[in-house]
């Protein structure tokens, strides 16, 4: 079992079942089955996935100060997976929440994060948590920025979902970058091509490895040690229900791989896997493989 910090948000989610997008007007729709509520967001999904595969997590975070977080967390958990909320802090004048319609294999999200970006997380809890952890995961929003100086302090190694690289986004990032261990991006939110985005996230800082997720085409990693730039095709093992939260998925499963065996190849394999599997499930934080099912796959993938 390895030891994770994780930091980055926690959010509530409508999930909306639509024909097509762009939208239609259309004054009212009943449909059974067209709406799911759940827990979402970057910072938990990758928690909730951690410890579905057996991790050990600290899950830092700021939910709405009335927020009843254990009962929501029980309540739509289907597998009341027993994740410890004790460090998601009610501190929050209101709760950060997200609408997404999605529609065959296309989404549009709606976001509001209240006042995270301008709420500081706790840095003692932050500096408290850390010393015997394994790996740090943190999402690239402004009360992670703390743990970029705390995990060179204690020599941790750090792993940033920086995600979005369009142009506007790189400079008010660029620490982030600079500091990171490991990066995963998503192609669904850059300006140039992937193999731009790695150069200028190579520019930028000097990552141990980088994945840049294709969405429907896979994955690109690149490793310094080996100086290599790899695309990887994805694999199925279930039917494309919903992509969103597929990213935090794959990278999740990765960084559960990597730490266990130090071998990034046979890593990202298996996060294919997971994320091919996760993509199945409507909620953004449940459809998870175990390692058992995991092993089981691999040999019908990769012979």
């Known amino acids: 079992m ?11 989610e409508t999930i909306v079942k639509v024909d097509e997008l762009p939208l239609p007007y259309k004054r009212f729709c009943s449909e059974e089955g067209m709406i799911d509520l759940n827990i979402g967001g970057a910072g938990y999904n990758e928690a909730v996935a951690l410890r579905w595969l057996g991790n050990d997590v600290d899950f830092m975070s700021m939910v709405a100060k009335e927020f009843a977080l254990e009962q929501y967390n029980h309540a739509l958990n289907p597998a009341q997976l027993d994740l410890d909320m ?3 802090l009610p501190v929050l004048d209101g709760m950060p929440s997200a609408i997404i319609l999605y529609a065959n294999g296309q989404t549009q999200t709606f976001e ?27 999402s690239s929003c402004n009360f992670c920025r703390p743990l970029l100086e705390l995990a060179k302090k204690y020599n941790k190694p750090l792993a940033v979902n920086v995600r979005s690289m369009r142009k506007e986004k790189v400079l008010e990032k660029a620490d982030f970058i600079r500091e990171a261990d490991i990066l995963y991006v998503s192609e669904d ?38 100086n290599s730039v790899l695309e990887y095709k994805p694999v199925k093992t279930n039917e494309v229900v919903n992509t969103i939260g597929a990213g935090n998925a794959m990278f999740s499963a990765f960084l559960h791989y ?9 890593a990202i394999k298996n996060a294919l896997l997971f994320a091919s599997y996760k993509i199945g499930f409507v909620g953004t934080s449940i459809g998870f493989m175990t390692e058992e099912q995991i092993e089981q796959w691999k040999p019908l993938i990769w012979k």
């Open 2 to 12: 390895s030891k994770f910090m994780v930091a980055g948000f926690l959010q509530m």
């Open 86 to 88: 004790q460090y998601v």
């Open 112 to 138: 509001d994060v209240k006042c995270i970006r301008h709420t500081q997380y706790d840095y003692e809890l932050f500096e408290r948590q850390i010393p015997d952890k394994d790996m740090v995961l943190i």
């Open 189 to 226: 939110d850059l300006d140039g091509t992937p193999y731009e985005c790695l150069e200028q996230c190579k520019e930028l800082g000097n990552p141990k490895i980088v994945l840049i997720g294709l969405g429907e085409k896979g994955v690109l990693m690149y490793t310094r040690e080996q």
């Open 258 to 266: 990597y730490v266990k065996t130090g071998d990034e190849r046979e």
